[in-house]
């Protein structure tokens, strides 16, 4: 009990040492980032989770195929999946809650698999959960092809920066 007093004093201690212009320009940020959603889910309300979207991730609807290791990773029925920068992510669609995060420093490998409508993740051992394949469902045979290509221009733009 005293240890969570400790952390909400220090909590508190970082709130109110955070300036006024800080504050100003998370909400200017937020502010933007909301604007962006609400007129992509305006053209497509009836879609509102397969378009929205900001510049930096992309989001798919997908279905996780029932395997050992998906069960393994507490994952069945179906989920929003996110391509961000930091890597994918699976998104409850009810809860609008992340279920699982696979940074892209512990996925060996990612693609389309054999059958049409079929993408493959393969994590290694450095997650949490253990090493594992979850093989996701997509809506079209397009989207594994799409989500690849997003992956890997993602990752071909954070190994460019770090270069320069």
């Not at 991730?57 to 997908?62: E, H």
């Not at 420093?105 to 393969?122: L, M």
């Not at 997650?127 to 594994?144: A, F, H, M, R, W």
């Not at 989500?147 to 890997?152: D, L, T, V």
Request: proline share 2%; hydrophobic share 35%.
């Amino acid at each position: 009990m005293m240890k969570s007093l400790e952390n909400i004093s220090k909590f508190w201690k970082i709130v109110v040492q955070t300036s006024q212009s800080d504050i100003f320009l998370v909400r200017q940020k937020n502010k933007q980032t909301l604007t962006k959603v609400d007129i992509v889910t305006k053209e497509y309300p009836d879609h509102q989770y397969e378009t929205i979207k900001t510049e930096e991730d992309s989001c798919f609807i997908v279905t996780v195929k029932p395997a050992n290791d998906a069960l393994k990773f507490g994952l069945n029925g179906q989920y929003r999946l996110c391509i961000t920068t930091s890597g994918f992510i699976l998104e409850d669609i009810q809860k609008k809650i992340p279920k699982c995060c696979w940074s892209f420093n512990i996925v060996r490998k990612f693609g389309k698999r054999g059958i049409e409508k079929e993408f493959e993740i393969t994590v290694g051992r450095r997650n949490i959960l253990g090493e594992g394949t979850v093989v996701l469902l997509c809506s079209s045979k397009d989207e594994p092809y799409q989500m690849s290509c997003i992956a890997e221009n993602i990752m071909k733009r954070m190994k460019s920066k770090v270069k320069h």
